[in-house]
T-cell receptor
């Protein structure tokens, strides 16, 4: 158990809908990362927050947004969902935002768009 | 630009024999390098990391990796495979920009 929690575990929704994925980092970790894992794209970095501020942006679509709250939990919002958004979404946390800090991954949220 | 190439998408070994998972990286700066393992339907777990200290890095579960700057490689090895090692393995490079680049993964099968 990494100490990173994600809810929900599974989510099934229809095209065009909007969903919110939630992540609680390990106790003491200030950085949160979001990743998308799909069979065709592999593991893609989406976005990183550090202590409430956006630090790095990867291959995140404009339909997706995220934020980190004062209590350090983070939410990833996915809107106007398409079939291709079906994937496993991981959250990870690290103690700081430097490149040498290892990340601890949550169990993921499996999103199915029908 | 930073990138990671995992040279084998699938590796199959017999239980008790050595494991070698190959990873080459490209980085303009002194990178940090990681290996993660993902068991089916689970999140990723850190095996080991290199951050410009000793070039031979020891990780959990008997795994180790050697950073070779001249070859831009960071191969993962284990002397003796165990059935529980069957999983997907990811090599990761991180640079000064705080972005983490994942390889496409190597699926390890361990034959009894």
């Amino acid at each position: 158990d990494s100490g990173v929690t994600q809810t929900p575990k599974h989510l099934i929704t229809a095209t065009g809908q909007r969903v919110t994925l939630r992540c609680s980092p390990r106790s003491g970790d200030l950085s949160v990362y979001w990743y998308q894992q799909s069979l065709d794209q592999g593991l893609q970095f989406l976005i990183q927050y550090y202590n409430g501020e956006e630090r790095a942006k990867g291959n995140i679509l404009e339909r997706f947004s995220a934020q980190q709250f004062p209590d350090l939990h983070s939410e990833l919002n996915l809107s106007s969902l398409e079939l291709g958004d079906s994937a496993l979404y991981f959250c990870a946390s690290s103690v700081a935002h430097g490149s040498s800090y290892e990340q601890y991954f949550g169990p993921g949220t499996r999103l199915t768009v029908t | 630009a930073q990138s990671v190439t995992q040279l084998d998408s699938h590796v199959s070994v017999s239980e008790g024999t050595p494991v070698l998972l190959r990873c080459n990286y490209s980085s303009s700066y002194s990178p940090s390098l990681f290996w993660y393992v993902q068991h089916p339907n689970k999140g990723l777990q850190l095996l080991l990391k290199y951050t410009s200290a000793a070039t031979l890095v020891k990780g959990i579960n008997g795994f180790e990796a050697e950073f070779k700057k001249s070859e831009t490689s960071f191969h993962l090895t284990k002397p003796s495979a165990h059935m529980s090692d069957a999983a997907e393995y990811f090599c990761v490079v991180s640079d000064y920009g705080n972005q983490f680049y994942f390889g496409t993964g190597t699926s390890l099968t361990v034959i009894p």
